[in-house]
């Protein structure tokens, strides 16, 4: 028989503190459990099909003494006549976890609000949202996480582009990384419990039967660049122009950086007595830190750069904060050229191969590319620092190869 001690008042029960069972009388089997680490929760301990069960009540205080007396008699009238409360609640709960639903809207914010933490670019956020409010949102944005399958994906992936052709086909970075978002915030809605089975946007054993692989429509577009004919004289006259912006630009070729690498370089990143420029890895794409060998050219811009109190920014924004990424294309408009300030690299990376017998692999170190081939990755060990400083200081020599006409 189950124990049925004396039957405590409430304020009795407050005062409970002992580690343990506390049977608190009223129903046979009532207990207040305190744990180590002081938490109280009710058990009723009761005999179920020939064994001992202890069944849980809910938390002290949340449920009061008086409840949980309540609680504790219904179970024990279940008992009597032979069912199991632990048996019905677990049936309770199972059917309310299959009664769970979420639109895939839904699914696709709380994913992406759970990842954006992660996201070191703000920018990488916002592109999840606008490939998917654009392209995924109209077609299954109202459908149950549940529901969705194949031929939702495939409607998305294959719709028309007016006066294009289908998605996949004309816009296929585009369509090849949203289906890879899809696949995403699906796996996180199977993790969840709200949907079963495959992943419909998955591409291994599903879409690659449907789709054309993308390496064989991708239409590969590459940023207009100067030719090295031409990216001297341009620098000559990029020197002529005023402004933060034409300066940002001017270090970027120098050290052939991204643009938001030195649209955000601080001073406290650079070290200009051993010319050294050390971008952190919440600010490279890798997600490395990067070390920059400055040269010399690129050491007298940064000495000649005026710093403003309270402002770690090198190229400061006329407000104070850092320049848009449209600044520096727009030193190239005002200088009536039609090419990217990220084409620069391809031009770095053009001079490096064409014009010098610098390895292939310190060009690539230069840019901060990642190393796609694991063999080479696990061998590479150090940056070569000194070997990259004396490639950028050749670079800012031809650089300065020819003047103005």
């Known amino acids: 028989?189950?124990?049925?001690?004396?039957?405590?008042?409430?304020?009795?029960?407050?005062r409970l503190n002992k580690p343990g069972m506390n049977f608190v009388g009223g129903v046979p089997g009532l207990a207040l459990q305190v744990l180590p680490t002081g938490g109280r929760?009710?058990?009723?301990?009761?005999?179920?099909?020939?064994?001992?069960?202890?069944?849980?009540?809910?938390?002290?205080?949340e449920v009061t003494l008086a409840r949980a007396r309540e609680k504790a008699a219904q179970y024990r009238d279940q008992i009597r006549v032979g069912r199991s409360p632990l048996a019905e609640n677990h049936a309770a709960r199972s059917a309310l976890r299959a009664h769970v639903s979420m639109s895939f809207k839904q699914a696709a914010e709380n994913f992406i609000d759970s990842q954006r933490s992660s996201w070191s670019n703000p920018k990488h956020a916002a592109q999840w949202e606008s490939t998917i409010l654009k392209y995924a949102l109209p077609i299954i944005g109202g459908l149950d996480v549940s529901h969705i399958n194949a031929s939702h994906i495939l409607r998305i992936l294959e719709q028309p582009i007016e006066g294009e052709g289908k998605f996949w086909e004309v816009r296929t970075e585009t369509a090849s990384r949203l289906r890879g978002r899809l696949e995403k915030v699906l796996d996180w809605a199977k993790g969840r419990g709200?949907?079963?089975?495959?992943?419909?946007?998955?591409?291994?054993?599903n879409l690659e039967a449907q789709l054309p692989k993308a390496s064989k429509v991708k239409k590969v577009t590459h940023h207009p660049a100067l030719t090295l004919d031409e990216v001297s004289a341009f620098v000559g006259k990029l020197r002529q122009q005023k402004g933060t912006a034409?300066?940002?630009?001017?270090?970027?070729i120098l050290t052939a950086a991204r643009s938001g690498e030195v649209r955000g370089a601080a001073w406290g990143e650079i070290d200009l007595r051993n010319g050294l420029w050390v971008i952190p890895a919440?600010?490279?794409?890798?997600g490395k830190d990067h070390r920059v060998p400055l040269s010399s050219d690129a050491v007298v811009l940064l000495k000649n750069q005026p710093r403003i109190?309270?402002?770690?920014l090198i190229f400061s924004a006329p407000?104070?904060?850092?320049?848009?990424?449209?600044?520096l294309s727009a030193v190239m408009r005002r200088m009536k050229r039609s090419e990217v300030p990220h084409g620069f690299r391809s031009t770095f990376r053009d001079w490096a191969a064409e014009r010098t017998d610098y390895p292939r692999d310190i060009a690539e170190?230069?840019?901060?590319?990642?190393?796609?081939?694991?063999?080479?990755?696990?061998?590479?060990?150090?940056?070569?620092?000194?070997?990259?400083?004396?490639?950028?200081?050749?670079?800012?020599?031809?650089?300065?190869?020819?003047?103005?006409?």
């Open 282 to 286: 919440t600010r490279m794409k890798a």
């Open 1 to 14: 028989m189950p124990k049925k001690g004396r039957e405590l008042s409430a304020l009795e029960t407050k």
């Open 309 to 312: 109190e309270g402002n770690d």
């Open 194 to 205: 709200l949907r079963s089975g495959d992943n419909p946007a998955g591409w291994r054993g």
């Open 319 to 327: 407000r104070g904060g850092v320049l848009s990424d449209m600044t």
């Open 246 to 252: 034409a300066k940002a630009l001017e270090f970027a």
């Open 365 to 405: 170190m230069a840019l901060a590319h990642s190393i796609s081939n694991a063999v080479e990755a696990a061998y590479r060990r150090g940056d070569m620092l000194e070997k990259r400083r004396m490639m950028m200081n050749d670079w800012a020599s031809f650089l300065n190869l020819q003047t103005e006409p």
């Open 41 to 61: 929760t009710w058990i009723l301990r009761a005999t179920i099909a020939g064994r001992r069960r202890d069944m849980g009540l809910g938390g002290y205080p």
